[in-house]
């Protein structure tokens, strides 16, 4: 992304500039972290590089598309397709069992009944939930209910998981379980995973880390303790 800013009731007194002009590449099969405090426009940030909402000025590039210009139906399409979303509040439908939470994403990207049903039993495998599959979200414990949340994230194949505070509703053990599986699947799979973030000690566990500030970018740095792997194609930009 390119200059982005991004401003609410755009003319009017109460004009407010949450973005000053941001520019950001994140590459292929990074592992990211953006930190910073209440109000520094994480979720801002996190919202336009989810194409969940739109920047005011400035350009924004995802494999290739320019997903300023466009409308908010392509939008969905693109979230569906290539972004996996992880949210703190888990964001799971309450009256369903955890297998069609899993399977919800591709249903609306139009897969079959039993492709649905054999690819969520395999990423329920892949987060250790399984065993749960019948289970509803109030039958889970909060970290089961976000590997289940993870399990849907990954359901399209995304090349994109962002992750929202993912583990600020969990205790540190279960926290732990949840980072252990953004790892694998970093590691393992090659997934880009930009993670938001409060906390200085998840984003230590991250290979790059971005820090904002009142809507701007204050430092870009490599984390020396963690290993990188070559820098590849850019996937966000």
């Known amino acids: 992304m390119s200059n982005i800013i991004k401003r609410y009731y755009i003319g009017q007194p109460n004009e407010l500039q949450i973005l000053n002009g941001m520019t950001l590449h994140i590459?292929?099969?990074?592992?990211?972290?953006?930190?910073?405090?209440s109000g520094s426009g994480k979720s801002t940030l996190m919202n336009i590089i989810g194409a969940l909402d739109k920047p005011t000025e400035g350009t924004y590039h995802l494999n290739g598309t320019d997903i300023s210009k466009m409308?908010?139906?392509?939008?969905?399409?693109?979230?569906?397709k290539e972004i996996g979303f992880v949210f703190q509040t888990f964001n799971l439908i309450p009256r369903t069992n955890a297998l069609k939470n899993v399977e919800l994403p591709m249903l609306y990207a139009g897969k079959n009944r039993k492709e649905?049903?054999?690819?969520?039993?395999?990423?329920?495998?892949?987060?250790?939930?399984?065993?749960?599959?019948?289970?509803?979200?109030?039958?889970?414990?909060?970290?089961?209910?976000?590997?289940?949340?993870?399990?849907?994230?990954?359901?399209?194949?995304?090349?994109?998981?962002?992750?929202?505070?993912?583990?600020?509703?969990?205790d540190s053990k279960t926290g732990r379980l949840v980072m252990d599986i953004f790892h694998k699947l970093?590691?393992?799979?090659?997934?880009?995973?930009?993670?938001?973030?409060?906390?200085?000690?998840?984003?230590?566990?991250?290979?790059?880390?971005?820090t904002i500030s009142d809507g701007s970018i204050v430092s870009d740095t490599g984390n020396p303790y963690v290993t990188d792997d070559a820098e590849q194609e850019v996937s966000a930009e």
């Open 71 to 80: 409308s908010d139906r392509q939008l969905s399409i693109i979230r569906n």
């Open 27 to 37: 590459n292929e099969g990074e592992f990211v972290a953006i930190v910073g405090p």
């Open 186 to 210: 970093h590691k393992e799979q090659g997934k880009t995973i930009v993670l938001i973030t409060h906390s200085p000690e998840l984003a230590s566990e991250t290979e790059r880390i971005i």
């Open 116 to 170: 649905r049903s054999e690819r969520a039993m395999q990423l329920l495998e892949l987060v250790e939930m399984k065993d749960r599959y019948t289970h509803k979200p109030n039958e889970l414990s909060g970290g089961q209910k976000q590997r289940v949340a993870i399990a849907r994230a990954m359901a399209n194949d995304p090349s994109i998981i962002l992750a929202d505070e993912p583990t600020g509703a969990l």
